[in-house]
T-cell receptor
């Protein structure tokens, strides 16, 4: 069973702090890694994707990938109350159909 | 910004009834998917569809489920005989020239009574 694991949280950080969200995956054949943000009752919204080992930065967001450790993380700098949401880690399967396997999500609370 | 449109936003049905959930993908997208999320649980893959055929399906996607793209624009999910455990939010997702980045619709909340 191919799994994606996340700490469900909640992770609570003060406004302006760095939030660090982590994810591990079991399928070594996975090629692509995604972070989605999901507000309560809404659909997942793609915020970052990463394919290669290392860091990828986009604005206040940095995704980090370590394929050897099967670990992917998301850093959110200067966290804002509007960042409060559930962050879903998703991993593409090795089947090349675009199927995504999602983690259960980490709930982030940014306190003013 | 182009978006994936789903209808209806809410569907209430009786157990054993058939439901059809509809999705209008982003124009020029080639890859289509259905996912579902039971309240408080993970987003789960149901089926992927490319070039007018199913490319992969999960164990959840049994004979009660079917998908089609009847007119080249809409993408539909049919559940022939709904069960209580089919109650969930159903998301359509589409991908462009590569199937790497998926964009999700706003979802259909299905309630089976």
């Amino acid at each position: 069973q191919k799994e994606v694991e996340q700490n469900s949280g909640p992770l609570s950080v003060p406004e302006g702090a760095i939030a660090s969200l982590n994810c591990t995956y079991s399928d070594r054949g996975s090629q692509s890694f995604f972070w989605y943000r999901q507000y309560s009752g809404k659909s997942p919204e793609l915020i970052m994707f990463i394919y290669s080992n290392g860091d990828k930065e986009d604005g206040r967001f940095t995704a980090q990938l370590n394929k050897a450790s099967q670990y992917v993380s998301l850093l959110i700098r200067d966290s804002q109350p509007s960042d409060s949401a559930t962050y879903l880690c998703a991993v593409s399967g090795s089947s090349n159909t675009g199927k995504l396997i999602f983690g259960q999500g980490t709930t982030l609370q940014v306190k003013p | 910004e182009p978006e994936v449109t789903q209808t209806p936003s809410h569907q209430v049905t009786q157990m054993g009834q058939e439901v059809i959930l509809r999705c209008v993908p982003i124009s020029n997208h080639l890859y289509f998917y259905w996912y579902r999320q039971i309240l408080g649980q993970k987003v789960e893959f149901l089926v992927s569809f490319y070039n007018n055929e199913i490319s992969e399906k999960s164990e959840i996607f049994d004979d009660q489920f079917s998908v089609e793209r009847p007119d080249g624009s809409n993408f539909t999910l049919k559940i022939r005989s709904t069960k209580l455990e089919d109650s969930a939010m159903y998301f359509c997702a589409t991908g462009g020239r590569t199937n790497e980045k998926l964009f999700f619709g706003s979802g259909t909340q299905l309630s089976v009574l």
